[in-house]
């Protein structure tokens, strides 16, 4: 899949910088970064709420926000769901 993205003068940078430091290619670090976020999200065993979809959508210049915030709010709904039963 060829996916065209639009990164902000921080992420551009940082991108620039972890290909250029690594010797490895922009599409090789994004290709990595998505496969970290994706173990990431497999390890907790749940399925991204569709309320989670704006996250990370803003520029904080973080990779690891927009996994951040889907974890945290998906185990909180799960909380609250789970104490509503009881």
């Known amino acids: ?3 065209n993205a639009r ?3 921080t992420a551009q940078r940082q991108l620039e910088y972890l290909a250029r430091s690594t010797g490895q290619s922009a599409s090789h670090r ?3 970064s998505v496969a970290a976020c994706y173990a990431q999200q497999r390890a907790q065993g749940a399925v991204p709420s569709r309320f989670l979809a ?3 959508s803003g ?3 973080r ?5 951040t915030v889907k974890r945290e709010l998906d185990a909180a709904l799960a909380d609250k769901h789970r104490a509503a039963r009881t």
């Open 54 to 56: 704006p996250a990370g």
């Open 63 to 67: 990779s690891d926000v927009a996994c």
């Open 7 to 9: 990164l902000d003068e």
């Open 30 to 32: 994004v290709r990595e």
């Open 59 to 61: 520029h904080s210049g």
């Open 1 to 3: 899949m060829r996916v």
